[in-house]
């Protein structure tokens, strides 16, 4: 796994004032609107390399972690492998219904198959599993 190819810095600073991130063989832009993308091994790496606090509710044995950073207003999607999974709190509420998470925005690794397995919804995050992988839609 490769590390990020973000600055640390960038995820503190709002993605309208940052415009383009400095990519380094992850991915290349294109007409899609991305942005730009973080690599972390595990959610301790994550944590001691950003100056953004990951959000409390990736569990601490999320590993493999990819966040897409899309567009120009600020959200962003992630991915991550957990085996022990989120589970509903005060922080995170289970979605009633078996509506799929459908992002108004997309990337390369999200799957083709419909997420409506685990729903959630955690603050501004809407999340969904598929096996052993979390993937999560983070609204600005």
């Not at 990519?23 to 959610?43: I, Y």
């Not at 589970?87 to 509506?99: E, F, N, Q, R, Y």
């Amino acid at each position: 796994m490769h590390k990020h190819s973000v600055k640390p810095l960038a995820l503190a600073i709002p993605l309208a004032l940052v415009g383009v991130f400095t990519l380094s063989g992850c991915a290349a832009l294109d007409g899609s609107g991305f942005t730009g993308r973080l690599v972390f091994d595990d959610k301790s790496e994550a944590a001691h390399e950003s100056s953004a606090d990951i959000p409390s509710w990736v569990p601490d044995d999320a590993s493999t972690i990819v966040i897409d950073y899309i567009g120009d207003h600020g959200d962003y999607l992630m991915k991550f492998a957990s085996s022990n999974g989120i589970a509903a709190s005060k922080t995170c509420v289970a979605l009633a219904g078996d509506a799929p998470l459908t992002p108004a925005i997309s990337t390369d690794w999200w799957p083709k198959e419909s997420l409506t397995d685990g729903r959630l919804r955690c603050g501004d995050a809407e999340l969904a599993r598929l096996g052993d992988e979390w993937y999560a839609w983070v609204k600005a």
